[in-house]
């Protein structure tokens, strides 16, 4: 298995680079596409191991996909003939659980297996089967696999229980096409719900309210053809922000969005670092003793939990102690052991984890345990004194598109080696 080597010196980090589009709206979109026969042109995917994974699913499922560049696919679901998708297929990511939404919402049914666990703690999925429920269909999981059959999908309000981000975007799925009127209230209000909703509307979709906490969905019958372009990644891109800002770099990304990363840029500009916002551009200029600041993540407008374990990272380096409170998963502390090897000073308590800053990192073979701790102990290794070898990179190739290469370009030293 393939790991990478990074070579440490805190040397800063400098140029420009493009963000490439946001996984986590990717990976809800491409299963949308098989909810009409029409054509589907979707643009700006990233080139990542989770979108590779959902076109050979759809391909399994009799849908003709073709790749006319890098980041464009076109779909075609006229074909499409099947709703279960294999254990060995699905396991590959999490967000096959879209495959439901959409099934139900163009066939009424779907088999597919239980989404694989996951290194952030327990991941249930009980809200989208709520929904799922709510809008008349039966579902059952037995023997790992969810079994879902609707004869009609109706419109039926759903107070979801807590802000999911996936119930959200899946009960959408199949409400697009149910009878009727359909509420989702306390709903997840992530950038890349808007831009599903956006991408289900231009098919001929009615859905108001994406982004807020109320969404509402009046069905159709009928979905049409649509050319779409995802939006850019937040999350990729706050992850090089942090980078930049952690080896005291100046780095220009391209293509970002830029309310979609104002927690970023907040908690950033709190620390002492330099963030210069502009159209679709932003410049990250770090300083050398970056201020210690307590972090609390929480569904967006709230800072990124996806983000926590690269702004720990960065409190290593900052000036005092920080406390980072993770609220949205139980379990997402895991990357904390392997930082403490490279010589972190970080205390967990629940929920709670203090980071003791002005911490010299040293190089140390680390294992991801999730594709944003990988990238966490990218950065690390970056700042640590000698080499890091990450094992399990396939983590960070499922949702980083040419990490190695766009962080080499900007004077980072990273090679992959067998
Ligand atoms: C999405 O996961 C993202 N994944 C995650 O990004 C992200 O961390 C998460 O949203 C939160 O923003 C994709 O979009 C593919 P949730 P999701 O449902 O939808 C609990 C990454 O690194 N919950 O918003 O699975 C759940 O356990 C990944 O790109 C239930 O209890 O997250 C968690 O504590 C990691 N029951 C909380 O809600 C449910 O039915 C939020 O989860 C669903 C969720």
Redesign the pocket.
């Known amino acids: 298995m393939a790991k990478l080597l990074i070579a440490g010196g805190r040397h800063p980090l400098q140029g420009t680079i493009k963000i490439s589009g946001a ?2 709206a990717a ?2 979109i491409i299963p949308a596409a098989i909810l009409t026969s029409a054509p589907v042109r979707i643009e700006n995917l990233p080139e990542i191991n989770d979108i590779q994974a959902l076109v050979e699913i759809l391909e399994f499922l009799g849908v003709h996909a073709q790749w006319e560049s890098p980041s464009t696919l076109s779909v075609d679901a006229s074909t499409l003939d099947k709703w279960e998708p294999p254990y060995e297929l699905v396991k590959k ?3 096959s659980y879209y495959l439901i939404g959409a099934l139900v919402g163009r066939f009424g049914r779907a088999e597919v297996p239980v989404p694989g666990g ?1 290194d ?11 929904g799922l429920t709510a809008l008349g269909a039966k579902v059952e999981v037995e023997h790992g696999i969810i079994k879902v059959e609707a004869k009609k999908l109706i419109g039926a309000n759903i107070y979801l ?7 959200t ?1 899946n009960i959408m799925l199949a409400a697009v096409r149910a009878k009727g009127k359909t509420v989702i209230e306390n709903a ?1 209000k ?1 950038p ?1 719900i808007v831009d599903v909703a956006n991408f289900l509307n231009a098919m001929g979709a009615q859905i108001r309210g994406a982004g807020t906490d109320v969404i509402k969905i009046t069905g159709v019958s009928e979905l049409g053809p649509v050319n779409h372009s995802v939006i850019p990644d937040r ?1 990729e891109a706050g992850t090089y922000m942090i980078a930049a800002a952690a080896t005291a770099g100046n780095v220009l990304l391209c293509d970002v969005i830029p309310k979609h990363i104002d927690p970023i840029v907040a908690k950033l500009r709190e620390m002492g670092v330099t963030v210069d916002v502009a159209d679709d551009q932003v410049r990250v200029i770090g300083c050398h003793l970056p201020q210690a600041v307590d972090i609390k993540t929480f ?2 407008p709230g800072f ?3 983000l926590q374990s690269l702004a720990m990272v960065l409190l290593t380096q900052a000036n005092g102690s920080s406390i980072i409170t993770e609220n ?3 379990g997402r502390f895991k990357h904390v052991d392997e930082l403490k090897r490279m010589g972190a000073r970080i205390k967990v308590e629940g929920r709670t984890a203090i980071i003791e800053g002005c911490s010299q990192l040293s190089g140390a073979p680390v294992r991801a345990t ?3 701790a990988g990238a966490a102990f990218v950065v690390a290794g970056m700042l640590a004194e000698g080499e890091t070898v990450i094992s399990d990179i396939g983590h960070i190739y499922r ?1 980083y598109e040419k990490i190695c290469s766009k962080l080499n370009s900007l004077g980072a030293n990273i090679t992959e080696i067998d």
């Open positions: 996984k986590n990976v809800a990511l999490r967000a996951c952030l703690g327990p991941r249930p999925i009980d809200q989208h089967i709520k229980d807590i802000v999911s981000v996936g119930a975007i997840a992530e890349e999350i569904p967006y990124p939990t996806d949205v998963f139980e999730d594709l944003r949702g």
